[in-house]
């Protein structure tokens, strides 16, 4: 899907943008011993949206969702816009269970704010959601695919496959694409 928006987002972070962060704030998190979340986001439908209502509506609302997922953001918290219908949210000194609640938070926050349009099917948010575990043995990279992977298997294979978050287990053949072993991280 093209990067319909970027200029309209110039707030927010970028891809390489939050890759830097994501380092600097994976090495705090190490140092001070606190947690480090992740949620991954993806409208669901915006595919459906987009070749309905056209190029200029899927931008106005991918700007109101930018805005609104803004508009949210805990206090340290960082917002980057991936492209498409895909943002991330980083979240410092964050465990588990309070990013799931801030997942949840912006969950609702998107049904309410898109349940009035008109489309093929209703624009809802999808999440997926991981935190660091206690230790040293992760890194950024690995805690952002697991927060995707999570997205990505709550979206295709849980039901309903939309507007839900997800930060449980994942099946054992979906860990070779992380940097460390399924038991070292929460709740999996």
Excluded: C
């Excluded at 309209?8 to 600097?24: F, I, K, N, P, V």
């Excluded at 993806?42 to 309905?52: G, I």
């Excluded at 999570?150 to 287990?169: A, E, I, Q």
Aim: aromatic share 6%; no cysteine.
């Amino acid at each position: 899907m093209p990067n319909l928006i970027a200029e309209q987002l110039t707030g927010l972070l970028d891809r390489q943008a939050l890759q830097s962060l994501m380092e600097q704030a994976a090495t705090a998190a190490r140092a001070s011993a606190q947690p480090l979340a992740v949620l991954t986001l993806d409208l669901d439908h915006f595919k459906a949206y987009l070749e309905d209502q056209g190029h200029a509506q899927a931008q106005t609302v991918l700007t109101r969702a930018a805005n609104l997922l803004t508009s949210l953001l805990p206090a340290g918290a960082s917002l980057a816009h991936l492209g498409g219908d895909e943002f991330v949210m980083l979240l410092p000194a964050t465990d588990l269970a309070a990013a799931v609640a801030t997942a949840e938070t912006l969950r609702l926050a998107v049904e309410t704010e898109f349940a009035a349009l008109t489309g093929p099917a209703p624009l809802t948010v999808t999440l997926g959601a991981a935190a660091s575990p206690t230790g040293a043995d992760w890194t950024a990279r690995s805690l952002l695919a697991l927060a995707d992977a999570r997205m990505t298997f709550g979206k295709k294979r849980l039901l309903p496959h939309h507007n839900r978050v997800w930060s449980g287990t994942l099946p054992s053949d979906w860990y070779p694409r992380f940097d460390v072993q399924a038991e070292v991280w929460p709740s999996i």
